[in-house]
Every structure is written in structure tokens, then in C-alpha cells.
């Protein structure tokens, strides 16, 4: 089978896709795409039976309603509005509060943050998507899911800080050494010097890789109770089992 994982941005520059080929017990990346458009990152989750995007795939209900409240009028003002707690509620979605809940891990709101700029691309990907006849569901039954690779590396106990840090290389290039040692059955092939190089593309192999669990079964799923908030804000996908068991 074939995983797909996108490391998405706003714009293409900061945009990887990856690729994994799952055959006999083994994982080969395939490819791995730094600077990947729109139509790249279409095409690429086209032919995937799964693809994780590093993205939020929709915001909180309750933001919504706030916005909509607040342009129709007068929003209904309930106990401090200075209160943490209101705002926790209006700009984390619930997948947000279970994975801090979960992994001690806090997503960034797609509300309040920078990467609502890149939800936006997504929502478009996603109609796109949906427009081709892939199946989207935004709760990951479909062909996409949601991904927070952080949270996949700390639930495979590989480092999942201080990796990103753009004037230094070490700590993604030991990240990429703990991978494959944990994964011995991994082939990054002629990828691995990019994956030392770039954590977009490291990323998106990790996202390749949480898809890949989702496949499997063995990947956190929206409770009972949680599938209907699940449909509309997204729910990200956090590996339930040792990276090993991926084989």
C-alpha cells in the first residue's frame, strides 16, 4: 500500500509531501517533495489509500457560532469574559483538548494562531479533493486525517522538541538516526540526506508514517459521544502502539 504525509504552509515554499511504499514487512519513501503546490499535494494524496496532513481540517464549533453570533449582531456573554477558560473553549477544538489531555502536547489554535492561514489552503485542498471523488471526512474515515507529528513522535518515544530550530541541524539529524534505528525496516532512501536537512520533509515522512497507523487500526478514534464534533473541527490521528508494530 501507499501512505502519503504532508507537512502543509501556507505557501508552497514551506510545503513537503511524502510518500511510503508498505510491501513484505518493509517501508520504503518513495519520494519526498520540498516545495510541493497545490496540484502536487492533490495529486500525491490521490493515489494513497491513506495521507496524514500536519494541518488542522476544520475549527471549533464554538468559534464558529461566536463568529457567526458576532456578525448577525450581539453575542449571548456568558460569566468573565476576560476567563481562560471561555477562551480555551472558542479557540482549541475538542481534538486540541483531548491530545494536551492525552500527551501533554498542545496543538496550536487554528483560531487564534498563524496556522489558520494554512487551514485555509486546506479546506481548498480538501474541496479539491473531495471534487476528484476522494473521500474526505474530517474525522479520518476517509482517505485523509488529520496528523500532529510532535504527538506521533512522543507516543513512539522518539524526540519530539527542539527539532525544528532553523540555525541548528543536530537535533533533526539525531532525530532522523533514533527513526531508523526504531525502525530498522524504514528505507528513506536517497531522501534521508533531505529529511537531515529539512523537518518539513522529515515531517511529512513522520505524517506518512501516523497514516500509515490509522490504516491499521492503531491510532487514537474519535469516543462516543466525540464523532459529531469529530466531522466538523477535524481529529487528529495519535499512534496507539510502537512504531514497530507499523510493519
Not at 501507499?2 to 501556507?10: I, M, Q, R, S, W
Not at 496550536?108 to 471534487?131: E, Y
Request: charged share 25%; net charge negative.
Amino acid at each position: 500500500m501507499l501512505t502519503v504525509g504532508v507537512d502543509l504552509a501556507a505557501e508552497p515554499e514551506r510545503t513537503a509531501v511524502a510518500g511510503i511504499e508498505w510491501s513484505d514487512g518493509r517501508a520504503r519513501v518513495c519520494e519526498v517533495v520540498c516545495g510541493a503546490d497545490d496540484d502536487a499535494v492533490v495529486a500525491a494524496i490521490a493515489q494513497a489509500q491513506k495521507a496524514g496532513i500536519d494541518c488542522p481540517l476544520g475549527w471549533p464549533d464554538d468559534f464558529v457560532a461566536f463568529v457567526a453570533a458576532h456578525r448577525a449582531g450581539h453575542v449571548t456573554v456568558r460569566g468573565d469574559l476576560t476567563g481562560r477558560e471561555w477562551r480555551r473553549r472558542l479557540t482549541l477544538r475538542l481534538t486540541d483538548r483531548v491530545v494536551h489531555a492525552e500527551t501533554g502536547l498542545t496543538p496550536l489554535s487554528v483560531a487564534a494562531d498563524r496556522i489558520g492561514h494554512v487551514a485555509l489552503r486546506c479546506a481548498g485542498l480538501l474541496a479539491l479533493l473531495a471534487g476528484q471523488g476522494v473521500p474526505v471526512d474530517r474525522c479520518g474515515t476517509g482517505t485523509v486525517v488529520e496528523v500532529y507529528p510532535s504527538a506521533s513522535l512522543k507516543s513512539w518515544g522518539l524526540p519530539h522538541r527542539g527539532y525544528k530550530r532553523p540555525a541548528e541541524i543536530e537535533p533533526l539529524s539525531e532525530l532522523v538516526d533514533r527513526l531508523l534505528a526504531a525502525a530498522p525496516w524504514l528505507d528513506l532512501g536517497r531522501a534521508e540526506s533531505l529529511c537531515r536537512r529539512s523537518h518539513d520533509a522529515a515531517d511529512a515522512v513522520v505524517a506518512a508514517l501516523t497514516a500509515r497507523a490509522v490504516s491499521q487500526n492503531l491510532a487514537s478514534v474519535p469516543a462516543a459521544g466525540q464523532e459529531a464534533a469529530a466531522r466538523t473541527e477535524g481529529w487528529i490521528a495519535v499512534p496507539t502502539a510502537p512504531l514497530d508494530r507499523l510493519r
